[in-house]
Each structure stands twice: as structure tokens, then as C-alpha cells.
Nanobody
Framework: HVQLVESGGGLVQAGGSLRLSCAASGRTFSNYIVGWFRQAPGKEREFVGRLTVSTGRTYYADSVKGRFSLSRDNAKNTIYLQMNSLKPEDTAVYYC??????????????WGQGTQVTVSS
């Protein structure tokens, strides 16, 4: 079991940038797969991107490809979601999730509390 804490959300104008952090504690993070999701009011949770911590391999939803990027700092047990060219439709609560068995189960068993991102037009 690993504890996840997101941070870095806030209010930004359209076209601006934010960097979200997902800090992990409790267990070795190196064998985890970390996913980012978002949920806007009245909408279903949406996949944003995924990073395999051991390899740095990433995968993104089409809606954010080319604008968002994931990176890791293994020493800090932290995953970063860099969000550029933000649009009002990116407004949502952003969550990180992690699981070492994601590629076998398709599920994440560890979730953070979320951080709000608001993009004004």
C-alpha cells in the first residue's frame, strides 16, 4: 500500500501552464505504474496519462497529447504532470493513482485526494 498526495493545482488563464505533483510514501515506488485522471463537475472521470516508474514509459489521452507530459523524480518518489497550453475544458479535479499490478488487473488500488485545476478563458 502506498499513500499518494497531489499538489500544484490552482487557477490559471487559458494558454498558461501548471505542474502537478504526485508524491508517494509508504512503499518503494519504483515498481509502480502511475496514472493521472481528472473529473469535471457533472462528468465522468477521464484518463489523462500513465507513467511506468521503472522505465519512464508514458502514454497519454488524445485530448492532452502534445500539451501534457509526465516525468518522475525517483529520489523524491514523485511523479509530475506538466500541463501546458491549458484550455478551459481542462478544468477539473486531477487525481493520481498507482498500482504495481496495473498491467495485469487494469485497476489502480491507491488514489490520492485530488487537486483542483481551474482554467479561465
Amino acid at each position: 500500500h502506498v499513500q499518494l498526495v497531489e499538489s500544484g493545482g490552482g487557477l490559471v488563464q487559458a494558454g498558461g501552464s501548471l505542474r502537478l505533483s504526485c508524491a508517494a510514501s509508504g512503499r518503494t515506488f519504483s515498481n509502480y505504474i502511475v496514472g493521472w485522471f481528472r473529473q469535471a463537475p457533472g462528468k465522468e472521470r477521464e484518463f489523462v496519462g500513465r507513467l511506468t516508474v521503472s522505465t519512464g514509459r508514458t502514454y497519454y489521452a488524445d485530448s492532452v497529447k502534445g500539451r501534457f507530459s509526465l516525468s518522475r523524480d525517483n529520489a523524491k518518489n514523485t511523479i509530475y504532470l506538466q500541463m501546458n497550453s491549458l484550455k478551459p475544458e481542462d478544468t477539473a479535479v486531477y487525481y493520481c493513482a498507482a498500482d504495481p499490478n496495473y498491467y495485469y488487473t487494469g485497476r489502480y488500488n491507491n488514489w490520492g485526494q485530488g487537486t483542483q485545476v481551474t482554467v479561465s478563458s
